[in-house]
């Protein structure tokens, strides 16, 4: 196969909750898996004769885990994961795309810093990712894990925190919201109880803190729009979506009008692919039409993993839900909902 994509073997299944399982990996050809706390892989499955993509996030942290990891939770009414769950066990081989995602530590730090964490449900798997990660290398920073479920028993990797929160009593503190809790005031997250939350947790300088959330989107959007009025600024805010439907809004937002011929030169793993795509074809579904393998997942403007960058030209971004207004300063575009505007356009992949 290309060499965009990887040939993994589940080492070992692990059951978190009821409805939740961990799978350790390691690569056939024995090489080790070069990724970031934080990130995801997408695997291709394949089902009734149809490739599907799924990315799920790292649980593991590199250098610190012996074996990338992933978990993952049963959704509701999905058959793919539904299918992973019943039917991958310790043995089968799985393909895969290289690890990516911009959920990420931007660098460790020697000076003293806040790190919130903040998490619904199965949107703890990053974030238990880089919490290990921050643990081991970061020793100056004071960790705030602020983990929401509707029960104890739901609880992914409880009883791996309560662990960790007993090995790093200095670094750590962790507060458990659940639903279902009729004995604590508060059960839930919500910008009432935010605001004081973070204000009261804060050790150190409010501009050095970072903040990572990651869980369904209106509790991201809500952490969100909080954190920004509270007067944090865009490069301390990280999420990481889950890949939703964004077929909808796509279609209200529409194509560009211009169907006039866009050159369009991608490059990609050393080599130069030229290709002629009209204005109003996206660049991916053009790309993936003409034969040339670019990495991609949601196809929605999601998750990333189709993030390349524009050296010349211009390209219109339909949908963004990953890029930061920095970021895309710097040229970074996403190719599945990325027009080419400009006649010639260069894309680094």
Not at 128 to 157: M, Q, V, W
Not at 209 to 217: E, H, I, K, R
Not at 319 to 343: H, M, P, R, W
Request: proline fraction near 5%; hydrophobic fraction near 40%.
């Amino acid at each position: 196969m290309d060499e965009l994509y990887i040939h993994l073997r589940i080492r070992e299944v692990i059951a978190e909750t009821q409805d939740a399982f961990t799978y350790r990996l390691e690569t056939i050809d024995g090489r080790p898996l070069a990724y970031q706390a934080g990130q995801f892989i997408t695997f291709l499955i394949y089902l009734h004769g149809t490739e599907y993509r799924r990315s799920y996030s790292f649980s593991s942290a590199p250098g610190i885990d012996p074996y990338p990891s992933v978990t993952i939770r049963e959704k509701q009414n999905g058959e793919i994961s539904r299918h992973i769950l019943h039917y991958w066990k310790a043995g089968d081989q799985v393909t895969a795309l290289l690890p990516s995602g911009r959920f990420t530590l931007p660098g460790h730090t020697s000076s003293p810093r806040d790190i919130f964490l903040l998490g619904a449900g199965s949107g703890i798997t990053p974030l238990f990712s880089l919490l290990k990660d921050i643990l081991h290398n970061e020793p100056g920073a004071h960790i705030k894990l602020i983990y929401s479920n509707t029960s104890e028993e739901r609880t992914i990797f409880h009883k791996h925190l309560q662990e960790l929160a007993k090995q790093f009593p200095q670094q750590l503190h962790i507060i458990l919201l659940f639903s279902n809790d009729s004995e604590h005031m508060v059960r839930r997250l919500s910008n009432l109880s935010l605001e004081p939350l973070v204000q009261q947790q804060l050790r150190y300088r409010a501009a050095d803190a970072q903040f990572f959330v990651c869980g369904p989107p209106e509790y991201m959007r809500m952490i969100l729009l909080t954190l920004t009025y509270m007067g944090f600024e865009e490069e301390q805010l990280h999420k990481e979506n889950f890949v939703v439907n964004t077929a909808p809004q796509l279609a209200r937002i529409g194509t560009p009008e211009d169907s006039s011929m866009k050159n369009v030169e991608l490059h990609l793993r050393g080599g130069v692919h030229k290709l002629s795509i009209p204005g109003n074809h996206n660049i991916l579904g053009e790309a993936l039409a003409q034969g040339i393998a670019i990495p991609y997942s949601c196809k929605g403007g999601v998750c990333g993993s189709c993030t390349a960058r524009c050296t010349k030209g211009e390209v219109w971004m339909a949908l963004n839900e990953v890029l930061t207004d920095k970021e895309i300063e710097q040229g970074f575009v996403l190719t599945c909902t990325g027009y080419a505007v400009s006649a010639a356009v260069v894309i680094e992949i």
